[in-house]
């Protein structure tokens, strides 16, 4: 396969490509993209709210838990769904030691908690094949989706393999409690800055 594709052709392309192709493109050319089920996509940019929410909640988080085990990870670490799934969340925690795959070193196996800001061009993506790949991932013990346009965070947190308590968070002065890793933020906290 020829290793020289343009951005437009490469997401655009109606041709299926194999888990090593992608990887193969992702590490040539720097770029990122998501690959869900033999379709390379364009990873979106992000604006000032999306950037601040994610600012905020890096800072917070990562404020939290500096003396745990957690690794913080912001928008550029891949992190493999499944074996031909792959995405990069805005913000992820790893605790206990993250695990990389061993072949492919720059792909991340263990999140614990992973964080999604939504914006209008990739909220139905992330509710929906993104978030089902992180629920069913054996080591992700919570999700949050945060909505960019409003004050709105959405919890799911794992119960069993197959139950997931979900909480709504819509207060400015509203908690949120991450028990997986120990850390309580306000929504205060992840929406500073920001008014609408």
């Known amino acids: 396969m020829n290793d020289v594709i343009n951005e437009k052709v490469l997401t655009q392309s109606k041709r299926s490509f194999t888990v090593e192709e992608y990887l193969r493109l992702e590490r040539k050319d720097g770029s990122k993209h998501e690959f869900y089920q033999g379709k390379v996509l364009s990873k979106s940019g992000s604006g000032r709210r999306h950037n601040l929410i994610c ?103 794992k119960q069993t393999i197959k139950q997931w308590l979900y909480k709504i968070y819509d207060g400015r002065e509203d908690i949120v409690s991450l028990d997986a890793i120990n850390c309580k933020i306000s929504m205060s906290e992840i929406y500073s800055q920001i008014t609408f």
């Open 55 to 157: 600012s905020n909640m890096t800072i917070a988080i990562g404020s939290r838990v500096v003396r745990q085990r957690n690794e913080v990870y912001v928008n550029d670490m891949r992190v493999s769904l499944n074996s031909k799934n792959f995405c990069y969340p805005d913000l992820i925690v790893a605790g206990a030691g993250p695990k990389f795959d061993p072949v492919e070193i720059d792909v991340l196996l263990n999140p614990t908690v992973i964080i999604e800001v939504l914006s209008p061009a990739t909220s139905m993506r992330d509710k929906t094949e993104k978030l089902e790949g992180y629920l069913a991932m054996e080591s992700v013990r919570e999700c949050l989706l945060v909505k960019e346009n409003e004050l709105k965070v959405e919890q799911y947190s």
